[in-house]
């Protein structure tokens, strides 16, 4: 008989009192977090504080030491892996397949075939704003147009849960700010349950519609708060530069 902590949550995403520990080293401590569905949630935290492991530990590529990830009510790491799409700070698009190709991967990892996977593929490229470079070989691309072809090779299976891990965090200053409202409005279009890693304070708050914020390793959310501000918004509202102190004062203290 399952007691109270141990039931299954309806919430998407949970962590209970979730360690995890690498031989003496503990990166998370006692973790508590439930994401909303549909809701934007970034993690903000130090170097080390455990941000990518939270990630990973969601994707089932990990398991907690203590404590219970859940996924959709379920707990065990082939179920979580099955609900979750997971997008590295590197694009990792194959060189020898085109756009199209790289973007069509994720749907033929699922057994569909590979005309058909191009083919559901390709009605997206002028809505990703990438009409008329789906022959190109990554090579070709910039950084910004790669990772708008990891992204929507992260969103074609259809998983209810995204894991954004620092997806812009190797761009330049320009290309980050496009790409960060682009995904605004990409996730207008198309909401799903994000879980955001990201050592940009200013990018979280634009982007989330909460903020969890990290303590130094061992990693614990010491203190979260909304962002309540209406969509579509705007890099410069002066409520986001509020919202940074707030965040960055938390790091600080």
């Not at 009605?123 to 790669?146: D, H, N, Q, W, Y």
Request: glycine fraction near 8%.
């Amino acid at each position: 008989m399952q007691t109270e902590a141990e039931a299954p949550t309806t919430e998407p995403l949970t962590f209970q009192t979730v360690t995890r520990r690498f031989g003496a080293v503990t990166a998370l401590a006692g973790v508590d977090l439930d994401l909303r569905r549909g809701e934007v949630t970034a993690v903000v935290g130090p170097s080390g504080c455990g941000k990518s492991t939270l990630l990973e530990l969601v994707a089932g590529l990990q398991e907690p030491d203590e404590g219970t990830v859940r996924v959709l009510g379920a707990a065990d790491a082939a179920a979580r892996r099955a609900a979750c799409a997971y997008m590295p700070q590197r694009d990792l698009l194959l060189p020898w397949r085109d756009a199209l190709g790289n973007a069509a991967l994720a749907l033929e990892c699922q057994g569909v075939p590979r005309a058909e996977a191009r083919r559901r593929a390709a009605p997206l490229f002028e809505r990703f704003g990438l009409a008329r470079f789906e022959r190109t070989r990554p090579a070709a691309l910039s950084g910004g147009m790669r990772q708008r072809v990891a992204f929507l090779r992260t969103l074609l299976p259809g998983r209810p849960v995204l894991l954004l891990d620092e997806p812009f965090g190797a761009l330049d200053a320009i290309t980050r700010i496009d790409l960060q409202e682009w995904l605004a409005g990409a996730l207008l279009d198309d909401p799903r349950t994000v879980l955001l890693v990201t050592h940009d304070v200013e990018e979280a708050a634009f982007l989330a519609d909460r903020v969890v914020v990290l303590s130094p390793r061992p990693g614990r959310v010491i203190e979260q708060f909304e962002v309540d501000l209406p969509r579509p918004r705007s890099p410069a509202d002066p409520l986001l530069a509020e919202l940074k102190a707030r965040a960055l004062e938390a790091l600080r203290a």
